[in-house]
């Protein structure tokens, strides 16, 4: 059976990577975006298995400046965005960035969710690893909500998923995952309109989540959305 169609169980669309991102290019060329005038940003996982699709964001746009922590979160902050965005080109006075933000989960060939198969390992193995981690924490009903200075993102994960989540409640991975989405999306979002001034810059955000499928890895894609001389656009993808 094709993936996509054991996908369509938990999403309702899914692309390829190298589609999902030839999409979103094609669609901000339409606003004035290009590798030649824009910097890429990507927030993804550090798992060995996210890193294709930092790959086909370099191929479509160039480097791409790297907002990366575990599960994809968001921990880079106003320091981290602007650095990015100093670094950005400027054409016609106006700087331009993309920012990809996406958590991944994976989906097996028989439609399990959270496992995948990797190099050089025997059995299955489990993405996202700090989300499958978090979410056995809370099912075993001991969550550590202290800073472990040993373990900083997964601490931060910790305090900020758990901000939206209801008291109790134990979602299993996929609805973990949606809930990581949704929380990097907003975090983002916050941390651009304290820094980003859009007088000079326009910018995009591309957010979904990656999923690592049993042959290749997919995306579904969530908000996708371009602020171009203040105006927000929706990208049909």
Not at 124 to 137: H, P, T
Not at 157 to 176: A, F, K, Q, S, W
């Amino acid at each position: 059976m094709p993936f996509e169609n054991i996908a369509k169980k938990y999403f309702d669309r899914t692309y390829t990577e190298i589609d999902f991102v030839k999409k979103t290019y094609e669609a901000l060329k339409q606003l004035g975006f290009n590798d030649d005038n824009s910097i890429a940003a990507t927030c993804i996982c550090r798992d060995e298995i996210s890193q294709s699709l930092r790959s086909v964001i370099k191929h479509m746009w160039g480097e791409a400046f790297n907002f990366s922590s575990l599960a994809g979160m968001f921990f880079a902050g106003k320091t981290g965005l602007a650095a990015a965005m100093h670094h950005a080109p400027i054409e016609g006075g106006k700087e331009r960035y993309v920012f990809y933000a996406l958590p991944h989960i994976a989906i097996d060939a028989e439609g399990h969710i959270g496992i995948c198969r990797r190099t050089g390992r025997e059995g299955a193995s489990v993405a996202c690893g700090a989300l499958n981690a978090f979410q056995k924490e809370m099912a075993s009903g001991k969550v550590n909500i202290t800073m472990d200075n040993e373990d900083v993102e997964q601490s931060l994960i910790r305090m900020r998923l758990l901000r939206e989540i209801p008291y109790g409640h134990v979602p299993d991975l996929l609805e973990l995952t949606k809930i990581t989405q949704a929380a990097i999306q907003a975090d983002l979002e916050i941390t651009i309109n304290k820094v980003v001034n859009i007088g000079k810059s326009n910018y995009a955000v591309i957010t979904g989540i990656q999923i690592n499928g049993p042959d290749s890895n997919y995306v579904w894609p969530a908000a996708c959305y371009a602020v171009v001389n203040g105006v927000k656009t929706e990208l049909k993808i």
